[in-house]
């Protein structure tokens, strides 16, 4: 079994790690100029959203897909037939398994 000192004297020691010197000055511009890239994507984002709401449009995201189409046509009295033909189903086949 090894020993605790052994390992420790096993480990870098801190001359052998090179000081950080930190970030140079193109460094910091690039990382603010992607910065400022993503803020200005967001509040585009934000802005279609927004516009999208304020106009009663739906967004175009739910709108993908033939279930997204489908699920956007419905309105909430079509939701509640299909649940309640749904629900008349499973209880018609619960029932049969049962006798």
Avoid at 75 to 86: H, K, Q, T, V, W
């Amino acid at each position: 079994m090894r020993d605790i000192k052994e390992e420790k004297n096993s480990d870098i020691t801190m001359e052998q790690v090179k000081p950080w010197k930190g970030y140079t000055l193109e460094e910091i511009r690039y990382q603010r100029v992607l910065t400022l890239a993503r803020i200005e994507m967001e509040k585009v984002k934000l802005m279609s959203a927004y516009q999208n709401v304020m106009h009663g449009e739906k967004s175009h995201k739910a709108a993908t897909g033939i279930m997204g189409r489908m699920f956007g046509a419905l309105n909430y009295f079509d939701y509640g037939i299909i649940a309640y033909r749904l629900g008349r189903q499973v209880f018609k086949t619960v029932g049969r398994l049962r006798k």
